[in-house]
């Protein structure tokens, strides 16, 4: 495993590759990733936790059965500081900043007492604004990129967009465009707000710049924002779920003085309750119910509906955040992640109508195992209802045409996970709570699963599947997975150059060509 942290470098010039099996004809496109891909630099100074490494994006192009791959870093502000400084100059997950000798004495002493400054090394995934791409993050910046060539356009502050400090990496697009998306603000108290960007931009205005403000709640911690990574869009509502991992917008304040990272900030409160908070789609008014559980930490929402009268919330739950400090480079290039650390489905389901006598369960779903419990008048307490086996993470779905709606099919990987799922893709069936795995040897570690839909067809897993697949084994290329959605069996390898260095990504987009 200790080979998938190795610093690499990028590869900008398009690379054929060598194709087993075949690619279907009508899978045709760019498959676009990213993750982070260099921790080391030349006087010794090496980054903290693999979520600090340097953006490296790539690209696989697909067209008429052949592939080709291109990879490049994202010039980021933060990119170009630690190639001019061999130290970063913002704050990274679990690396602090350190002071840009390019500022003068008295700015550098000024710093000390400013805020937190976000980094602009944008990883997480891809989105298309009009004609245009953009790699975002958690944080305020989002890069404008070439979709052709990689090369790095322009950044945009979001905060100058939707008054937001943070949004998520995980944005809906619904049936119409539009795109709706959840950030924060710490300036006038914790708030949380919700903002949606059209399909097309105002006449004179781009679609970014005609982004308008949806909803302001105020966060249910006083000096403090819940982590979230992803939230919930159904129908008619808007899920924000509050987990009892905190963000110490106080210890925020003064990190500039006391040299913190973002892992410093932040905290785990195991004895609160998680809060599901649901706002209406139209209005972006917040209901009076409170749905609260205990607490359990969570990257991803796999997906919300709505069935007869209850919100059917899906996400791939941790019991606590270790996951994140496993993470961090000493551990990972020692192959020390525990195999307790691991995520698995659960359904939550939220009745809509609340009432009913104090201790009964609302939840009136057939079949459903799930249990919410009335507490009191505005308060249900909620159990969830487990499936499949544990050890998987980057939850993936026929999103284009099952989101927001019920569905019964979830892909996704084992990432680093060290259990009887590790180096597997998995295909869980909701209905029957059996799964399918992929695994061909321990030393492959595959992505993310994309899924592209065989055109014309109704069917929730009729389509293709792609993984990037790494393997650590000596002088073994890394390859473009291609699996048929309905049976996992394997389609189409593109093996990649040796000369070419894939990162382990985060997320990404499939552009259709």
């Not at 990574?229 to 925020?252: A, C, D, K």
Request: net charge negative; glycine share 6%; hydrophobic share 35%.
């Amino acid at each position: 495993m200790e080979k998938l942290f190795e610093s690499i470098e990028e590869n900008p010039e398009p690379q054929k590759t060598e194709i087993t099996g075949s690619i279907p004809d009508w899978v045709a496109g760019h498959l676009f990733r990213a993750g982070p891909a260099k921790w080391d630099f030349e006087d010794g100074f090496t980054f903290n936790h693999y979520a600090d490494g340097t953006s490296l994006m790539y690209k696989f192009t697909i067209e008429k059965g052949s592939v080709t791959v291109m990879t490049k870093f994202l010039d980021s502000e933060a990119y170009q500081k630690l190639l001019q400084f061999n130290r970063p100059i913002f704050t990274e997950y679990g690396t602090r900043s350190y002071p840009d000798l390019c500022k003068s004495i008295f700015q550098r002493f000024i710093a000390h007492f400013l805020p937190m400054s976000f980094t602009d090394n944008n990883y997480d995934n891809f989105i298309t604004l009009e004609d245009e791409m953009y790699v975002i993050s958690e944080k305020n910046s989002i890069w404008k990129i070439n979709h052709e060539d990689l090369t790095t356009i322009e950044k945009t502050d979001i905060t100058n967009i939707a008054s937001v400090n943070a949004a998520t990496s995980h944005p809906h697009i619904a049936e119409d465009g539009t795109i709706y998306n959840i950030g924060s603000s710490v300036m006038t108290g914790m708030k949380y707000h919700i903002f949606k960007t059209p399909p097309k931009g105002a006449e004179g205005q781009s679609a970014l710049q005609s982004t308008t403000m949806l909803s302001t709640i105020s966060s249910s911690y006083t000096t403090c924002l819940s982590y979230y990574h992803s939230f919930g869009l159904s129908e008619n509502y808007i899920l924000l779920v509050e987990q009892p991992y905190l963000i110490n917008t106080l210890r925020m304040a003064t990190s500039g003085i006391v040299g913190y990272s973002f892992r410093d900030i932040m905290d785990w409160y195991p004895d609160e309750k998680a809060i599901f908070r649901l706002m209406d789609r139209e209005t972006g008014i917040e209901i009076e119910t409170k749905y609260v559980t205990k607490a359990f930490f969570f990257f991803h929402h796999i997906n919300t509906y709505e069935e007869d009268g209850h919100l059917v919330a899906d996400l791939l739950t941790f019991t606590d955040p270790n996951v994140l400090d496993c993470l961090f480079l000493d551990k990972m290039r020692l192959g020390k992640l525990p195999s307790t650390v691991l995520a698995g489905f659960t359904r939550f389901v939220l009745p809509l109508n609340t009432e009913g006598k104090q201790g009964s369960n609302l939840v009136t779903l057939k079949d459903s195992k799930a249990i919410a419990i009335k507490e009191d008048e505005n308060k249900v307490l909620l159990i969830p209802e487990k499936k499949g086996k544990l050890g998987y993470e980057m939850p993936t779905i026929n999103y284009s045409m099952f989101n927001s709606k019920k569905y019964r099919y979830v892909y996704g990987t084992s990432a680093f996970s060290q259990n009887e799922l590790a180096n597997s893709l998995i295909k869980l069936d909701i209905v029957n709570d059996d799964m399918k795995v992929w695994n061909e040897a321990n030393t492959m570690y595959p992505s993310e699963i994309t899924y592209i839909p065989r055109p014309g067809s109704t069917l929730e897993d009729d389509g293709v599947l792609l993984s990037v697949v790494k393997d650590v084994e000596e002088n073994v290329r890394d390859f473009l997975l291609v699996l048929d959605a309905k049976t996992f069996k394997v389609l189409a390898k593109a093996f990649v150059p040796k000369s070419v260095q894939l990162p382990t990504s985060i997320h990404g987009i499939f552009q259709t060509i």
